[in-house]
């Protein structure tokens, strides 16, 4: 078992390069679905368009969605210990890349994550 470790989970999503909704939303329940399993294998999980997405409808005239959603995603991955890459994307991999860049370990799945001592962070709160 090894410490926990902040894991980014990323893969194509497409709501900003207008993929159907239908497949928008699958993109993101599969980006749940791993960060879930991360969260399980007792590691702090975070997926930058989760970060973003809110503050899109907040932008000013001009601004641009995909600069901020890239900017944010790609300021996180430079603070992640690692990456569950869940498919290819301009973004996805550019994530990937920043987080190996320092070090990280890339990942293809949530379950060949390395379990954390203590188990899932929910289990070692107080109270």
Request: include cysteine.
């Amino acid at each position: 078992m090894i410490p926990a470790m902040l894991v980014m989970v990323a893969g194509p999503v497409g709501r900003l390069r207008g993929l159907p909704e239908a497949e928008v939303q699958g993109n993101l329940e599969a980006m749940r679905r791993a960060a879930l399993e991360v969260w399980r294998r007792g590691h702090v999980p975070v997926v930058g368009v989760h970060e973003a997405y809110p503050l899109i409808e907040h932008l000013a005239e001009g601004e641009s969605a995909l600069d901020m959603v890239d900017g944010i995603s790609n300021g996180l991955a430079e603070r992640c210990d690692a990456i569950v890459l869940l498919g290819s994307s301009a973004g996805s991999e550019e994530e990937a890349r920043r987080v190996a860049a320092h070090g990280g370990q890339v990942f293809h799945a949530a379950s060949e994550l390395p379990l954390a001592a203590g188990g899932s962070p929910a289990g070692s709160r107080p109270g």
